[in-house]
C-alpha cells in the first residue's frame, strides 16, 4: 500500500511539476520580446521638400525679439519679419497635410523626406545633417549612400507625386481644435490627408485629391449624444470628440493601440486667428510617425483641479476624466502589451502656468509636475514615453517615418571594467589593493536623451551639439541613451555607436529601454517592459543603469531595484530624493548609488560649486564614501570639461579644516562609469569586512 501511495505522490509531483514548467514557458512566451522585423532595403530614390520656410523656430525668434534675454515669447508677441498671421495660418496648415502625407506614402518604404531646418553658420540644418551622414559611404550609419535625392521645388511637385498614393482628404473642424487629432486617427487607419476645412490649401489640395470625410459641424455645442451613438454627449465638443475617436477607432481595434500620439492639437489655429502668437513647436512634424504606425492621437489635461485654457467652459476636470477613459481603453486592446507614448504635454501651451513658462494664465502647475504626473499615469497603464515632440530650442522631431527604415546598428559588447593593476597604476588603488581615501571620485552623467526627440535634435548638430564638440574624448563621459530608440532611429543610433572615444561610455538612462516609472506597472507588464530593455541592453552592451526614475512614485520598491540589478550587473543609479537609506550600497550584490536631484547648469562656475556643495552635504554632513554622480542636461561636453578645469583651478579654495583641526582636500577626480563602479564596489566590500 506504501508502494502504491509512494508512486502515486511521484506522478502527482511530476504532474505539477509539469504543469508548472507549462506554466513558466507559457509565462515567458507571453512576455517576450519580439523585436520589429528587419527593414526593406533602401530605395532607389528619395524625394526631399525643402519646407524650412513654413517652420518657425521659436527659440531663435524669441531670442531675436529679446536681444537673447529670453528663451520664449508671450502670446502677444508680433509675427516673425516678414510674416502676417494670414501667413503663420498658411503655413500651418500646410505642414500639417503634408506630414500626414508623409506618414501615408512613407508606410512600408521611405519617400519623402521634409528638410524643417535652415542652413546656420553654414552648417546644414538637422534634417540635412542626417540625411548627409546617412550618406556617408562605407559607414554603417551611411544607408542612404546609394540612393538618390530628388529635390521636389514646389507643393504641386509633391501632390503630382504622392497625392496618387493616398485615398483622399479628411477634414477638420476650425471651431473643435481637437478635430485635428482626430482627424490624424482617421489619417492613419484610412489613408486621409489631413487638411482644415475652411484653409487657404483646400482649394489647391482638391485639384490633385478628394474629400472623403469631413469633421465639420461633427460636435456641436448642447448635443445629446455623441454623433451616430448612444453614449450622452460630455457637454464639451472637444471631449465629445475624443470620445467620438476613442468609440468609432480605438474600442473596435481599428487604431493602434500600441501607438498613442500625445500630440497638441489645432490649438495654433487658434492664436493665430485671434492675432497672437504660438510659443513653441506647433506639433505638426510629429505627425508623419503617428500616421504611419496607424495610432490614436489625443491631448488632453491631467489636472482634476484645473479647467483647461482650451475648454474653460468643460466640468472640472472632464479632460483628466477623458484621459483615464483612453488609457483603458488602449490597454484592454492592447491586451496589457506595452504601449509606446509618442509625443509630449505642449506646457508651453497649455496646462502649465505662466510663472513656470507655461502658457496657460489660469493654471497653477509646474511643467516637471505635469511630466511627472503623465508619466505616472501612462506607467499605470503600461505606457512608456519614447517620441517627444513640440518643440527643442525651436526645432521639431522630424522625419521619423524615414529614420525607421535604416539597418539596425550591429551588436555591442559591454566596455571591460578596470583591472586592479590599471587601478593601482592611476593611484586609485593602494599596494594592498584597497581604495585610496585621498580621492573624491566624481562621475560626469550626460542626459536627457531617453526620448527621441532631444536625441534627434540636440546632440548632434544643433546647439550645443555635445556629440560634435571640440571637448569630446578629452573627458570621461556617461552618456544615457535609450537603446529602445533604435525602433524609429536606427541610423542614428549607429551613428553614436560607431563614432564613441575611449572617453564615451554609454549608459542605460530613464529608466530602461523607454521612458517609465518601474513602480508604475502591474506586474505582468513590468515582466514585459523588463524583458524588452534586457533585450536592448544585451544586444547593444548596457550593463549600467546610469538614471532610475521613479517619477510620482517616490521611493522605488526594492523588488524592482532588484530587477535592475539582473540588467545592469556593474552598477545602478538612482536619484536621491526617491532613494532609500542607507546608499551607496549593495543591491543585491550590485553597487547602487544616487544622483542629486540638482543637476549641473549655469556656469562652469557655479556648477563647480555645486560639486562642493554636494561633497558637503553627502559625504562631510552625512557620511557617506566619496563617491558623487552629477547630471546635466543637453549641456556641451565643453561645459562639462570646464566643470572640471574649475574644480582644478579651485582646489586651493576647497580645503576644509573640520572642528577637530583635521584638513581635508577632497581632490576631485572625474573617472568614467566603469571606474568608479569597480571603486565603489571595493569601497562597499571593505566597508562590509
Not at 116 to 135: A, T
Amino acid at each position: 500500500m506504501r508502494k502504491i501511495f509512494t508512486s502515486r505522490l511521484s506522478v502527482f509531483l511530476i504532474f505539477v511539476g509539469l504543469i508548472t514548467l507549462i506554466g513558466l514557458a507559457s509565462l515567458i512566451y507571453t512576455i517576450r520580446y519580439v523585436p520589429p522585423p528587419a527593414p526593406p532595403p533602401p530605395p532607389k530614390q528619395l524625394y526631399l521638400f525643402d519646407v524650412s520656410d513654413l517652420h518657425i523656430n521659436h527659440y531663435e525668434f524669441c531670442h531675436a525679439l529679446t536681444n537673447g534675454e529670453e528663451n520664449r515669447c508671450p502670446a502677444d508677441s508680433p509675427p516673425p519679419e516678414g510674416k502676417t498671421f494670414d501667413d503663420l495660418v498658411y503655413e500651418y496648415d500646410l505642414l500639417n497635410a503634408l506630414t500626414t502625407m508623409q506618414g501615408i506614402v512613407n508606410r512600408d518604404q521611405p519617400r519623402l523626406y521634409l528638410n524643417q531646418d535652415h542652413v546656420r553658420d553654414g552648417q546644414p540644418g538637422i534634417d540635412m545633417f542626417w540625411l548627409e551622414m546617412y550618406q556617408t559611404k562605407g559607414q554603417p550609419y551611411g544607408w542612404l549612400a546609394d540612393t538618390e535625392i530628388i529635390e521636389l521645388k514646389t507643393v504641386e511637385e509633391v501632390l503630382t507625386q504622392f497625392a496618387p498614393l493616398t485615398k483622399g482628404m479628411v477634414l477638420w473642424d476650425t471651431d473643435v481644435p481637437a478635430t485635428l487629432n482626430v482627424a490624424t486617427t482617421i489619417a492613419g487607419v484610412e489613408d486621409l490627408v489631413v487638411v482644415r476645412h475652411d484653409s487657404p490649401i483646400l482649394p489647391m489640395f482638391e485639384n490633385y485629391m478628394t474629400v472623403k470625410k469631413s469633421l465639420v459641424g461633427l460636435f456641436e455645442p448642447n448635443a445629446k449624444t455623441l454623433p451616430n451613438s448612444n453614449t450622452p454627449s460630455s457637454g464639451s465638443t472637444k471631449i465629445d470628440a475624443y470620445l467620438w475617436a476613442m468609440e468609432n477607432y480605438l474600442d473596435t481595434g481599428r487604431a493602434n493601440p500600441l501607438l498613442m500620439g500625445f500630440l497638441g492639437d489645432g490649438w495654433p489655429i487658434v492664436r493665430y486667428l485671434n492675432q497672437q502668437m504660438t510659443r513653441g513647436g506647433v506639433y505638426a512634424f510629429e505627425r508623419d510617425y503617428v500616421v504611419q504606425e496607424r495610432g490614436f492621437t489625443f491631448d488632453l489635461s491631467p489636472w482634476p483641479d484645473e479647467v483647461p485654457i482650451d475648454d474653460p467652459t468643460q466640468p472640472l476636470g472632464l479632460d483628466a476624466e477623458t484621459l483615464q477613459q483612453i488609457a483603458i481603453s488602449a490597454k484592454t486592446q492592447a491586451n496589457d502589451q506595452l504601449i509606446k507614448i509618442w509625443g509630449f504635454h505642449p506646457w508651453y501651451e497649455k496646462y502649465a502656468g505662466p510663472d513656470f513658462d507655461g502658457g496657460d494664465p489660469n493654471s497653477k502647475k509646474h511643467p516637471i509636475m505635469g511630466e511627472w504626473v503623465y508619466l505616472w499615469f501612462f506607467s499605470q497603464h503600461g505606457g512608456y514615453m519614447e517620441g517627444g515632440g513640440g518643440d527643442v530650442n525651436g526645432l521639431s522631431m522630424s522625419n521619423i517615418s524615414v529614420h525607421r527604415f535604416a539597418p539596425l546598428p550591429p551588436p555591442r559588447s559591454p566596455r571591460p571594467s578596470p583591472t586592479e593593476a590599471e587601478l593601482m597604476a592611476k593611484g586609485y588603488l593602494k599596494a594592498d589593493g584597497t581604495v585610496s581615501k585621498e580621492h573624491t571620485f566624481l562621475m560626469f552623467y550626460v542626459g536627457d536623451y531617453d526620448i527621441v526627440h532631444p536625441a534627434h535634435t540636440l546632440l548632434a548638430n544643433y546647439p550645443p551639439a555635445p556629440w560634435l564638440d571640440e571637448k569630446r574624448g578629452d573627458i570621461p563621459l556617461a552618456w544615457g541613451l535609450n537603446p529602445g530608440m533604435v525602433e524609429e532611429i536606427p541610423g542614428m543610433m549607429s551613428y553614436w555607436y560607431a563614432t564613441v572615444t575611449e572617453n564615451d561610455f554609454i549608459v542605460g538612462t530613464n529608466s530602461g529601454a523607454g521612458y517609465i516609472n518601474p513602480d508604475g506597472p502591474n506586474k505582468l507588464t513590468f515582466l514585459r517592459w523588463l524583458w524588452r530593455t534586457k533585450y536592448y541592453y544585451d544586444q547593444y552592451g548596457y550593463d549600467i543603469s546610469g538614471f532610475i526614475i521613479n517619477g510620482d512614485g517616490a521611493h522605488m520598491s526594492q523588488r524592482r531595484l532588484d530587477a535592475f540589478s539582473y540588467i545592469t550587473p556593474v552598477g545602478m543609479l538612482t536619484i536621491d530624493i526617491q532613494t532609500d537609506d542607507p546608499w551607496p550600497r549593495y543591491q543585491n550584490g550590485v553597487p547602487l548609488s544616487a544622483i542629486p536631484i540638482k543637476a549641473f547648469g549655469g556656469t562652469p562656475d557655479s556648477s563647480a560649486h555645486l560639486v562642493h556643495e554636494i561633497y558637503k552635504r553627502d559625504i562631510l554632513e552625512q557620511n557617506r564614501p566619496p563617491f558623487i554622480v552629477f547630471r546635466s542636461t543637453f549641456l556641451s561636453t565643453s561645459f562639462l570639461w570646464e566643470v572640471r578645469e574649475r574644480l582644478k583651478i579651485h582646489e586651493a579654495e576647497q580645503i576644509i579644516t573640520t572642528e577637530d583641526g583635521e584638513i581635508l582636500q577632497p581632490n576631485y577626480t572625474v573617472v568614467d562609469p566603469y571606474t568608479f563602479f569597480a571603486l565603489l564596489d571595493r569601497r562597499l566590500a571593505e566597508a562590509a569586512d
